[in-house]
């Protein structure tokens, strides 16, 4: 007997075709966020903290969502249920970031006066639940539970955002929240490998990760990164994945956008992704041939040169 599709109900509205934004860490995700965010009938979030718990569960131990089954797409689903209803006292949950890309700020914490209206009404709302008939997540690290997210929605339309290796690891190496999974008691090569989050495949990459330079791991955690990208864009129909670059992005963002908005069949606000690239500061492209060393750069090239040709990324005279 075929299963009855689930059907989700938020805020009196069917969640039919969610939109998730997958990428490496400083894939320039988060651009894209803010112009899907921005735009009418959307409501898209960004970390809250029990959509968090379950990717980074997912993303770090991948058995655990391959032994669940059909338990690990109920949890995800279940967390995006909460995630997605639209209250002042659940958006005070979300990150800084989340506000920022709705172009808010976001009110003081406490819960005093200012954090929360006037006395008698709830913390102020990022979005109005009228109008709303879309919804969303760009969580960091979202990619490692593609699967799920899959499973849990099967209608679901994805965004994939790739950029080049060495601009990304470049900024990795100057954010501290990325160079912190690398910690000895955060890198859990003892008890998972092969490791898609860490990037670590072989046995020589896990012998030699303890003394690796930093610059060597980031370039692993790309690598790894485009290549469960590849697999994806191989397993999943073309009406249900979107790649886009973040050189496009930022070179070219009202044509990107008209082919955002023609893939999810609804507008995508050119003018957010334009002043986009303004209020995150958007990086340079191609930045790293004054961020990267000259070692960090062989390093870089050494580990992830193939993954670099592949996506047509000419490597330097050093690699």
């Known amino acids: 007997m075929k299963a009855t599709p689930h059907i989700l109900v938020v805020n009196g509205t069917k969640v039919r075709r969610p939109v998730f934004i997958l990428g490496s860490p400083h894939s320039g995700a988060e651009l894209l966020a803010r112009a899907v965010k921005r735009s ?4 898209l979030t960004m ?3 029990g959509v968090l718990r379950v990717t980074y569960a997912f993303a770090r131990r991948p058995s655990l969502a391959a032994e669940r089954g059909r338990g690990a797409a109920r949890v995800l689903r279940d967390a995006y249920a909460d995630a997605w209803r639209i209250s002042g006292h659940g958006c005070a949950e979300c990150p ?3 506000w920022r890309a709705a172009g808010l700020r976001r009110p003081p914490r406490g819960g005093g006066p200012e954090a929360a209206g006037h006395e008698g009404t709830e913390p102020p709302r990022c979005v109005e639940p009228r109008g709303v008939d879309r919804f969303g997540d760009a969580s960091p690290d ?4 593609a699967d799920v997210l899959l499973d849990a929605f099967p209608d679901a339309q994805l965004l994939q955002v790739i950029r080049d290796g060495r601009d990304v690891v470049a900024d990795m190496l100057a954010d501290e929240r990325c160079l912190a999974w690398f910690k000895p008691g955060l890198a859990n090569l003892d008890e998972v490998f ?12 896990r012998t030699r990760w303890p003394k690796a330079a930093a610059a060597v791991k980031c370039a692993l955690r790309w690598r790894g990164s485009v290549r469960l990208s590849a697999r ?4 999943t129909p073309e009406d249900q994945l979107l790649t886009v670059r973040y050189e496009d992005l930022v070179r070219s963002p009202g044509a990107t956008a008209d082919g955002v ?8 606000s050119k003018l957010a992704l334009t002043n986009g690239k303004r209020e995150i500061g958007a990086a340079r492209v191609g930045g790293w041939r004054k961020r990267l060393t000259t070692r960090q750069l062989a390093q870089v090239e050494r580990v992830a040169g193939a993954e670099l040709g592949r996506l047509g990324y000419p490597l ?3 690699g």
């Not at 994806?232 to 397993?235: D, H, I, M, T, Y």
């Not at 908005?261 to 995508?268: N, P, R, V």
């Open 40 to 43: 009418a009938g959307f409501h």
């Open 47 to 49: 970390g809250r903290p």
């Open 96 to 98: 800084d970031d989340c």
């Open 142 to 145: 979202l990619l490692y539970s």
């Open 194 to 205: 092969p490791n898609p989050f860490l990037g670590v495949e072989e046995d020589v990459e």
């Open 232 to 235: 994806l864009r191989a397993q």
């Open 261 to 268: 908005s023609e893939y999810l069949g609804t507008q995508i």
């Open 316 to 318: 330097s005279a050093s």
